[in-house]
Nanobody, 130 residues
Framework: QVQLVESGGGLVQPGGSLRLSCVFS????????IGWFRQTPVKGREGVSC?????????YYSDAVKGRFTISRDNAKNTVYLQMNSLKPEDTAVYYC??????????????????????WGHGTQVTVSS
């Protein structure tokens, strides 16, 4: 059973930075994808960034975060990170780490595509406010 545990959320001022971590375990397939999604009552669920288990570390970023957020993977620590820089108030949301191992392409990373990810963490709140 795949398990995901997020950490690293909090309150930060606009322009600040946070790093989210997602510790994963239990994959039974060689290929898997892990994504960060965020959810608010107004916007619903959005895809933020996704990464595959391929050696080339195929990565997708949404237009909203491209150039500000960086996703990375440390296989030795079974952890995926989301480094968030230049944070804006509109980045405020609950951030979830999600995973799938059924062969869904890494670029399936939108709110709609989140339906293909069967495994989810509990979420971590990120609040960007002065």
């Amino acid at each position: 059973q795949v398990q995901l545990v997020e950490s690293g959320g909090g309150l930060v001022q606009p322009g600040g930075s946070l790093r989210l971590s997602c510790v994963f375990s239990g994959f039974s397939q060689d290929y898997y994808a892990i994504g960060w999604f965020r959810q608010t009552p107004v916007k619903g669920r959005e895809g933020v960034s996704c990464i595959s288990s391929n050696d080339d570390g195929s990565i997708y970023y949404s237009d909203a975060v491209k150039g500000r957020f960086t996703i990375s993977r440390d296989n030795a620590k079974n952890t995926v990170y989301l480094q968030m820089n230049s944070l804006k108030p509109e980045d405020t949301a609950v951030y979830y780490c999600a995973a799938e191992e059924g062969g869904v392409p890494f670029y399936y990373c939108s709110g709609e595509a989140s339906q293909y990810y069967p495994y989810w963490g509990h979420g971590t709140q990120v609040t960007v406010s002065s």
